[in-house]
């Protein structure tokens, strides 16, 4: 987050992409005439095949294989909103795809996520992003769209025809690579939203259509979801929980249980938990973990009803999972910070190298999967948040990649949150005035994102799923300046939504710098820079100042755990 680095804003640009693979015919030129001979004879039966074979031996290999499956997410009087879920089901990784169908006359596609498309008439074809284009075994890529119908006279059709994926029927696969599905009786609620939509809908989102018209259940495996009992990520369900962040760091000592008294907030997220050293926890700015000033703030905070969230990482120091040097010393790391604390959520911010190198983000995710099972043998929960970068498009391609190594190791993520700040003019240009209206862009971006990383989510488990970071004030990016009216618009936001949780960079902020003068791009860790009243984006955010019923308080209590 801001106010700890030097500071440039953060980069979403994607990684180099991997090399394309070029397929299993390979052959050398023979030194002597005999392999000339053979090698021309070769030449002449593969400029004899179709070019099609060709193409399917280059670009797909005989042991990958992709399908395309349909599932109809929401449904209303002038349109509905559906997704293909592009699967890997072979046993090579896939680099690139390409999914085309028909709409029937009368439809046309008013939006599309997760992807490239371009439009002949009624056939549509969608071709894969830079972020979503190579698909390991088993993996996934969802693309989701919008139909409206341009003539309500035409029945109400709504499976497209003549669907392929790679120019093969989307339905057909290697039987022996495909994994059966068994069929799931549980409908799944979709949330569709929009100008002139009216409510959200309970429509069945499992059914699919191969080429022939067969329908059959789409079964994602539960492995791959976000989510535990009782967390939001799983339920789809409740208000919006608001916890700011609590820079440790700062300057003087911000009174956490006073603070709760007067403006009855009771979840708070302290940061930042970095490495001190030998891979030995401790807060930034070169504050013991067990600081007996830290340690007093909790527990009277706690005594009056209230809890913390431990957030490790952030940008200023260096990042424990870059420190350890294996899975299981960071696994023990991040368990002394949960005893220590007796906390039962915690939040990753992860940004810049940890973020950018594969070996720190899979060491991460490895030990956090430790974390879960050493907890669980005690009968203890752990709710897990990944704060991740985000700008008006989105999440960029390494935060996708994070999000996709942990469901490939089965590491349920309960909330993602979205960080949304010091963007950059190259991703928010002109930002006075906008800064909302950029971090609603960037949530409404994600959500696709985060469909295609769990498939098996419904539009309001997503919204569930994830949460929005802006920072107050005066942000380290010139010309990027967020006011109460921006918060107040961004709260009415997150309340539309359900969304998961809603948070601020940061609490001590919160409050005018009185006589001193603050240039744009100058941002102060003790004040917003502009002219405020004290914890005025703490009312705008809870919704005091415009009658909103977002909560103040986390709807799942805040009391304090019990001891292990």
């Known amino acids: 987050m801001a106010l700890r680095r030097a500071n440039a804003p953060h980069s979403d640009a994607a990684p180099a992409p991997r090399g394309r693979r070029t397929g299993r015919l390979r052959a050398s030129l023979p030194a002597t005439a005999r392999g000339r001979l053979r090698w021309g004879a070769a030449a002449t039966v593969l400029a004899a095949l179709p070019a099609v074979f060709v193409v399917a031996l280059a670009e797909d290999g005989p042991r990958t294989r992709l399908t395309a499956e349909y599932v109809r997410t929401g449904s209303w009087a002038t349109g509905f909103s559906a997704q293909y879920v592009v699967r890997n089901s072979g046993e090579d990784a896939a680099h690139g795809w390409t999914l085309r169908f028909r709409l029937p006359a009368g439809s046309e596609v ?137 820079d440790l760091s700062a300057p003087g000592s911000f009174d956490l249980a006073a603070t709760s008294r007067l403006t009855g907030v009771a979840d708070w997220t302290l940061a930042f938990v970095v490495d001190g050293g030998d891979c030995r926890p401790g807060w930034g700015g070169g504050v013991r973990l067990d600081d007996p000033s830290v340690v007093q703030r909790v527990s009277e905070l706690r005594f009056q009803g209230g809890d913390v969230t431990i957030s490790f990482g952030g940008s200023g120091g260096n990042d424990l999972a870059a420190g350890c040097r294996t899975p299981e010393a960071l696994a023990d790391a991040y368990l002394q910070v949960v005893d220590m604390f007796r906390v039962t959520h915690i939040d990753l911010d992860v940004e810049g190298r940890s973020l950018a190198r594969p070996d720190i983000v899979e060491r991460r995710n490895q030990a956090l999967v430790l974390v879960r099972q050493r907890l669980g043998k005690a009968g203890r929960n752990l709710h897990l948040t990944y704060s991740l970068p985000a700008g008006p498009a989105g999440l960029g391609a390494e935060a996708v990649a994070l999000l996709r190594d942990a469901a490939t190791r ?149 009391g304090a755990p019990e001891k292990p």
């Open 410 to 558: 089965g590491l349920n993520v309960d909330t993602v949150n979205l960080m949304a700040m010091d963007y950059g003019p190259a991703n928010a240009p002109n930002p006075m005035g906008r800064m909302a209206r950029y971090a609603t862009d960037a949530a409404n971006t994600a959500h696709g994102q985060l469909r295609g990383v769990w498939p098996n989510l419904t539009d309001a488990q997503v919204w569930r799923t994830m949460g929005l970071t802006p920072m107050i004030g005066v942000a380290d990016v010139p010309g990027e300046v967020f006011t109460v009216a921006d918060a107040q618009e961004l709260a009415r936001f997150a309340e539309s939504r359900h969304l998961g949780a809603l948070s601020w960079w940061s609490a001590a902020r919160d409050r005018g710098c009185g006589s001193t003068v603050v240039a744009l791009g100058a941002a102060d860790p003790g004040c917003s820079g502009i002219s405020q009243a004290p914890n005025a984006f703490l009312r705008a955010f809870t919704g005091t100042e415009y009658g909103s019923s977002v909560p103040t308080a986390p709807a799942d209590g805040g």
């Open 110 to 246: 008013a939006t599309l996520w997760n992807g490239r498309m371009t439009r002949d008439g009624g056939k549509y074809t969608i071709r894969d992003e830079e972020w979503n284009r190579v698909l390991r075994p088993g993996e996934t890529a969802v693309v989701g769209f919008e139909v409206r119908r341009v003539d309500p006279g035409e029945p109400p059709t709504e499976l497209p025809l003549e669907c392929t994926i790679n120019d093969r029927p989307c339905g057909q696969a290697d039987a022996a690579a495909s994994p059966s599905a068994e069929p799931s009786a549980t409908p799944q609620t979709s949330a569709v939203s929009g100008p002139g939509r009216g409510a959200p809908q309970e429509r069945p989102a499992t059914a699919t259509a191969s080429a022939t018209g067969t329908v059959r259940p789409v079964v994602p495996p539960a492995s791959a979801s976000p989510g535990v009992s009782g967390a939001p990520g799983g339920t789809g369900t409740g208000a919006t929980r608001i916890r700011p962040y609590v």
